[in-house]
């Protein structure tokens, strides 16, 4: 079966820092594109970052120096790593893997909740 | 950044209804369009990519249109099920990716 698994989350202070891990089964874990994405709640999507096979990432302008994702093919699994956390960072983030050739998110984890809080 | 506006936020409607739901973007994204259903506390389902193109599995009562600024989603005869929230995400330029608002789809 295809899955994604995120752990990780939990509540940092402001200005702490955590680390998401994703997990991938069910497929050539390699040969994917993957990114994160995360939704406050009752709130909307918000794409966090992307990882491209040959390991070049990208990241919107929200979390540009302070978010850091990696992967390790070996293990199969996805990382991000969140520094200088801030409120407006609280929400559940989701692992995503891309639909070769469609820029769609056709494989989703189930989301791991970061409340950041003093 | 390409904005992503969806119409209406909220609709309410009956099974065996037809319901369409729109995508406008804010500059051209050619096909670079796809679709998701959430429901609450899940994870997002991809319904439609490239516009128009059906996700494997899923049921053919959904389809997309479009290219340019605006699409549509339509679900031909609503199922119980559907009653969902439903998002467009461009991937034309990239980066970054952008989503829609979300519509509401509820019973009525």
């Known amino acids: 079966e295809v899955q994604l698994v995120e752990s990780g989350g939990g509540l940092v202070q402001p200005g702490g820092s955590l680390r998401l891990s994703c997990a991938a089964s069910g497929f050539t874990f390699s040969s994917y594109d993957m990114h994160w994405v995360r939704q406050a709640t009752g709130k909307g999507l918000e794409w966090v970052s992307a990882i491209g096979t040959a390991g070049d990432t990208y990241y919107p302008g929200s979390v540009k120096g302070r978010f850091t994702i990696s992967r390790e093919n070996a293990k199969n699994s996805l990382y991000l790593q969140m520094n200088s956390l801030r409120a407006g960072d609280t929400a559940v983030y989701y692992c995503?893997?891309?639909?070769?050739?469609?820029?769609?998110?056709?494989?989703w984890g189930q989301g791991t909740m970061v409340t950041v809080s003093s | 950044d390409i904005q992503m506006t969806q119409s209406p936020s909220s609709v309410s409607a009956s099974v065996g209804d037809r319901v369409t739901i729109t995508c406008r973007a804010s500059q051209g994204i050619s096909s670079w369009l796809a679709w998701y259903q959430q429901k609450p506390g899940k994870a997002p389902k991809l319904l439609i990519y490239a516009a128009s193109s059906l996700q494997s599995g899923v049921p053919s009562r959904f389809s997309g249109s479009g290219s340019g600024t605006d699409f549509t989603l339509t679900i031909s005869s609503l199922q119980p099920e559907d009653f969902a929230t439903y998002y467009c995400?461009?991937?034309?330029?990239?980066?970054?990716?952008?989503f829609g608002q979300g519509t509401r789809l509820e019973i009525k």
């Open positions: 995400q461009q991937a034309n330029s990239f980066p970054p990716i952008t």
């Open positions: 995503a893997r891309v639909l070769p050739y469609s820029r769609a998110f056709d494989i």
